[in-house]
């Protein structure tokens, strides 16, 4: 049974910097594409990066791209979301999720498993 967990939210002011982890137990964690969604209240669940499970050409959605980097270790069996430039449209909870395969997907149907997700709060 694969289980993700996401760690790093908080509060942060506009401008500053938060780093997403999200540990992952269960088999194979190098055969899979990691992903960050991230949802508002009375929003759905949107993109925010996905990474293959060679850390080669990760995809972001356009308004994080220049600000948040995703990357993967996979000794650790971590997927890291960092981000800089925190914008108050940022405020969300950030979930990550696994989707089996190696080609990326911004569609959450194609993610089989999701962490509990963790609250990121920006103030202006």
């Known amino acids: 049974q694969v289980q993700l967990e996401e760690s790093g939210g908080g509060l942060v002011q506009a401008g500053g910097s938060l780093r997403l982890s999200c540990a992952a137990s269960g088999p194979t964690f190098t055969s899979y594409v990691m992903g960050w969604f991230r949802q508002s209240p009375g929003k759905e669940r949107e993109f925010v990066a996905a990474?293959?499970?060679?850390?080669?050409?990760?995809d972001y959605k356009d308004s994080v791209k220049g600000r948040f980097t995703i990357s993967r270790d996979n000794a650790k069996n971590t997927v890291y979301l960092q981000m800089n430039s925190l914008k108050p449209e940022d405020t969300a909870v950030y979930y990550c999720a696994r989707r089996v395969g190696t080609l990326l997907s911004r569609q959450p149907p194609a993610y089989d498993y999701w962490g509990r997700g963790t609250q990121v709060t920006v103030s202006s």
């Open positions: 990474i293959s499970w060679s850390g080669g050409s990760p």
